[in-house]
């Protein structure tokens, strides 16, 4: 059964930290591009930030480079994010993504998502 869990969000003030972490089970991790995706309400969910899977190149959205970090630990099965200098407007609900594309189709997973709040 394949799991993806986040945890770490919660209410921080303007120019806060926090880490979230996403705890994948049920698929072979290493193998995935992972990505953590960010949605508000009425709004579409947009790509924060990813990280491939060989060589764990890393790609973000403009308005969270140089603020925002992601990793992984294959050993682990865990991806992160760690948020610093937070802003009110990145308020949002944080999703956790897997993806790995081969010639059968995608493999597409999500978690639930775990809420951030950035407020003083």
């Known amino acids: 059964q394949v799991q993806l869990v986040e945890s770490g969000g919660g209410l921080v003030q303007p120019g806060g930290s926090l880490r979230l972490s996403c705890a994948a089970s049920g698929f072979t991790f290493s193998w995935y591009l992972m990505s953590w995706y960010r949605q508000v309400p009425g709004k579409e969910r947009e790509l924060v930030a990813a990280i491939t899977s060989a060589d764990e190149r890393k790609n973000y959205a403009d308005s969270v480079k140089g603020r925002f970090t992601i990793s992984r630990d294959n050993a682990k099965n865990t991806v992160y994010l760690q948020m610093n200098s937070l802003k009110p407007e990145d308020t949002a609900v944080y999703y956790c993504?897997?993806?790995?594309?081969?010639?059968?189709?995608?493999?597409?997973?999500w978690g639930q998502g775990t809420q951030v709040t950035v407020s003083s």
């Open positions: 993504n897997a993806d790995r594309r081969t010639g059968w189709g995608p493999s597409v997973y």
